[in-house]
């Protein structure tokens, strides 16, 4: 909750760089509410046809909350 609007202002810097993908490190976050799956969901809203999202290393915890709100699905999660 503290972190995610530094989080979405990073994010959106690279968004506005027009990337073909954004990749979010996510291995040392060790705990994630709808604030931070908020900032993933903004960037899903700018991506369709754009670039791919995905999300690095989350942790189990971190994972669940992404299967829990439906992130799972349309990011690329990597082990």
Known sequence: ???APIMAARVQHV???NPQRLTLDLADM?????SG???IASALRES???F???LRHPRQLTRTVL???GMDGP????A
């Open 37 to 39: 799956v908020s900032v």
């Open 30 to 34: 060790s705990f994630m509410d709808c």
């Open 75 to 78: 990011c690329v999660i990597e």
């Open 15 to 17: 968004i506005d760089q």
């Open 48 to 50: 369709p046809g754009h």
């Open 1 to 3: 909750m503290v972190t």
């Open 52 to 54: 791919e999202v995905v």
């Open 67 to 69: 299967e829990l709100t």
